[in-house]
């Protein structure tokens, strides 16, 4: 986990680095194709993620299960309007959220990390899902939830790519 976190400190980092050269313009564009967030809709996507699994990854190391409800994304991001909120502002909370869970994920026992659960929901929370059957670890989930910034940080600096 040690040097997952390290790397996480630098994509979070690196990655506010990349967002703040977008301009207010751009951050507000629509992608079009399959998914249509703006940039900005994306990381407040992101900072709903971090405020839902803030609380897991404290809850979990409180009880013996990793049972958790989902949350309704796409009626998050319209509810806050993250359209319209200053992009500077959003990637900042983004940064500090994130940067936060990493001292969160780093503070958690390692034999509380490791520990199998046999009654979980990352068959349904899960962004890499875990099936009903199979324990699963906080570990995992923690891991699991770095993989899901990535993917959502890599649409937009790929999109950004392919606007010149
Ligand atoms: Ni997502």
Do not use: C
Not at 95 to 116: G, Q
Not at 141 to 152: A, E, P, S, T, V
């Amino acid at each position: 986990m040690k040097d997952a976190l390290e790397d996480f400190r630098g994509t979070v980092e690196g990655g506010a680095e990349r967002l703040l050269a977008l301009s207010e313009r751009e951050a507000r564009r629509r992608r079009g194709g399959g998914e249509d967030w703006s940039a900005k809709e994306i990381v407040g996507h992101l900072i709903d993620s971090a405020a839902n699994n803030h609380r897991r990854f404290v809850l979990a190391q409180l009880k013996d299960d990793l049972i958790f409800e989902g949350y309704a994304q796409e009626d998050w991001v319209r509810v806050q309007t993250y359209a319209d909120a200053p992009w500077a502002g959003l990637v900042e909370l983004w940064r500090a959220y994130n940067l936060h869970l990493a001292h969160v994920m780093a503070s958690a026992p390692e034999e509380t990390l490791k520990r199998a659960r046999a009654a979980h929901s990352l068959d349904r929370i899960a962004f890499h899902t875990v099936g009903a059957s199979q324990p699963a670890t906080l570990e995992y989930l923690m891991r699991d939830y770095i993989d899901h910034l990535k993917h959502h940080l890599a649409q937009i600096l790929t999109a950004k790519a392919g606007l010149n």
